[in-house]
C-alpha cells in the first residue's frame, strides 16, 4: 500500500513522478519562457493549460501570463478532481483482485528483470509490487526512478487546484478516477506486459543509451522547451519504448479517447455559462495533433490562440473583440 500511496501523489495519463533537482538548481528555477497556455475566446476568455504531473521547481514555477489567466478566472478544472478523497479512490483502482498476484500475470523471465530491478532499488524485490496492476507497476518504477517527493512540495496539477480552491474559486474535474485509470485497464493483458517490458528497457539503460537523460529529465526539459511535437515525441518513448503498435494503442486509450470526453464536457461547459471564465488544467499531451482538446473545440466552432509571456499585460475580463467568430460558427486553427 505503501507505493499506492505513493502513486496517489503524481498520477498522469502515461508518466508520473518527481524530477529531482539539487539545492543550486533549486535557487536556479524560473518560470519557462514558453507556457503551455491557450486562450478560449467568448463572452468571457477561458484558458487551456499544458501540465506535467511533477513537483520539479522548473515546472512549477508559473510564468506571470499563467498567473494573470488563474487570477482572471472564476473557476479551476484540473483532470480529475484532486481533493481528499483522491488518493483512497486511486488506491482501490489499481489493486490487483483477491487472490490474485502480478507474479501470475507477468512472464517467468520479465519477472527476474523486475525482481533484479527491485533489488538495485532496495526494495526488496519483485513482490513489492505483488498487489498492483502490472500498469500501476510500469509507473511506479517511473516514480522510483524519479527520486522521493522533497519538502512536502505539489505536483503543478495539485499546486493549481489548491491555489484556486483558497482563492474560493470553484474546482473540480473533467473526468472521474475511475474513467481515468479505466483507460489503464482497457489494455490487453499483453499489452500491459509489453509496457513493463518497456519501462524497464528504459530504465535499465543499456551501454549504447547511457548518456541519455533519464526518462522524466527527458520529459521536463522538453516541457519547460514548449515544443508539443518533442514533448509528446518523448512521452511516447518512456512509457512503450520502440513497439510501435504499443504506442499506437496507448496513444487511443490513453489520450485520444480523453481528449473527446474532455473537450465534450469543456464545451458544454463553455455553451452552458458563455460569461465564466475557466482555467483548465490537463496534461500537456492532450492538446496534441488533430485529435487533441486545441483541435476538437475548434471544430466545434471555438476561437483558440496560444498565449505567450507578452500576452501577460493583455489579458482582461471583457467579451472578445468585435468580429471574432462565436462559438458554432467554424473558425480557422491557430496555433
Not at 539539487?22 to 519557462?32: G, I, L, M, V
Not at 463553455?270 to 482538446?293: C, M, N, Q
Request: hydrophobic share 40%.
Amino acid at each position: 500500500m505503501k507505493l499506492v500511496r505513493h502513486l496517489a501523489i503524481g498520477l498522469t495519463a502515461l508518466v508520473l513522478g518527481f524530477a529531482g533537482l539539487s539545492d543550486a538548481q533549486e535557487r536556479r528555477a524560473r518560470p519557462t519562457d514558453k507556457p503551455f497556455l491557450w486562450q478560449i475566446e467568448g463572452e468571457a476568455p477561458s484558458f487551456l493549460y499544458g501540465t506535467i504531473h511533477v513537483a520539479d521547481p522548473r515546472v512549477t514555477a508559473l510564468p506571470a501570463v499563467v498567473n494573470k489567466a488563474i487570477d482572471l478566472s472564476d473557476a479551476l478544472f484540473t483532470e480529475v478532481s484532486m481533493d481528499a478523497g483522491l488518493q483512497l479512490a486511486m488506491a482501490r483502482h489499481v489493486m490487483l483482485p483477491p487472490g490474485e498476484g502480478l507474479s501470475t500475470r507477468v512472464p517467468p523471465d520479465l519477472l527476474e528483470r523486475l525482481d533484479a530491478h527491485a533489488r538495485r532499488k532496495g526494495l526488496g524485490g519483485a513482490a513489492a509490487f505483488e498487489r498492483i496492476k502490472v500498469w500501476c507497476t510500469s509507473l511506479q518504477l517511473q516514480l522510483l526512478e524519479a527520486g522521493p517527493q522533497e519538502g512536502g512540495a505539489k505536483t503543478l496539477d495539485q499546486g493549481l487546484f489548491d491555489r484556486a480552491r483558497a482563492q474560493g474559486k470553484e474546482v473540480g474535474g473533467l473526468e472521474t478516477i475511475e474513467e481515468q485509470l479505466g483507460c489503464f485497464d482497457q489494455l490487453t493483458d499483453d499489452e500491459q506486459v509489453r509496457m513493463l517490458a518497456a519501462a524497464l528497457d528504459g530504465l535499465e539503460a543499456p551501454s549504447d543509451r547511457a548518456a541519455r537523460k533519464r526518462p522524466l529529465e527527458e520529459l521536463v526539459s522538453k516541457y519547460l522547451a514548449g515544443d508539443l511535437d518533442a514533448l509528446v515525441r518523448a512521452l511516447e518513448l518512456t512509457n512503450a519504448g520502440d513497439d510501435q503498435a504499443l504506442v499506437d494503442r496507448m496513444r487511443k486509450a490513453l489520450i485520444t479517447d480523453r481528449n473527446h470526453r474532455m473537450a465534450e464536457r469543456i464545451t458544454a461547459r463553455l455553451r452552458e455559462a458563455p460569461g465564466r471564465s475557466t482555467f483548465y488544467a490537463v496534461g500537456t499531451a492532450h492538446y496534441h495533433g488533430d485529435e487533441g482538446v486545441v483541435a476538437l473545440l475548434e471544430a466545434q466552432g471555438f476561437k483558440v490562440r496560444r498565449l505567450s509571456n507578452a500576452d501577460a499585460n493583455r489579458l482582461r475580463r471583457a467579451p472578445a473583440a468585435a468580429g471574432g467568430r462565436a462559438a458554432g460558427s467554424g473558425s480557422g486553427r491557430r496555433r
